[in-house]
């Protein structure tokens, strides 16, 4: 492929795309908050929901640093928009984030109203949107080269 014509990460430090460096950090929070979640629900100590708390908080904020990188980097190249998975990674994770920000929220209430039902089930919706657009990320850069140097 040209130089020319390579799928280059937009944000990048050093030639390293910054996406891919900050996404597992939401990823292992968002998940994280779905165990204490559940501990919570199981067990009913106070410990979970604050620890749910502030998975979700860490999260949110990783997750609005991995995007702003992600839209730099999809805005950033036209190429990068062009991929037949750009579009439902972009929107599948916009969707994460913006639920992931609400369950944030939810979980600021008193422990039990923050988790049972409505922040558990927003974990679990958070949760599993994740393994798809994982799967339309890795798509990305080992199907189609997006930010791989050559």
Do not use: K
Not at 112 to 127: K, N
Request: aromatic share 10%; proline share 6%; net charge neutral.
């Amino acid at each position: 492929m040209q130089d020319d014509m390579r799928v280059r990460s937009t944000a990048q430090i050093a030639g390293h795309p910054i996406h891919p460096m900050l996404v597992p950090i939401p990823i292992a929070c968002f998940i994280g908050a779905l165990l204490t979640d559940i501990a919570y629900v199981a067990s009913a100590e106070v410990m979970w929901a604050n620890f749910s708390a502030w998975l979700l908080l860490f999260g949110v904020i990783f997750g609005v640093l991995a995007a702003i990188a992600g839209l730099t980097d999809f805005l950033g190249n036209r190429l990068v928009r062009a991929q037949p998975p750009a579009w439902p990674h972009l929107i599948g994770n916009a969707v994460a984030l913006i639920l992931a920000i609400f369950n944030t929220m939810v979980h600021m209430r008193d422990a039990w109203t923050s988790v049972w039902p409505t922040g558990l089930a927003l974990s679990v919706i958070t949760v599993l949107i994740l393994p798809v657009t994982g799967w339309l990320g890795w798509a990305m850069v080992y199907r189609h080269g997006v930010g791989v140097a050559r």
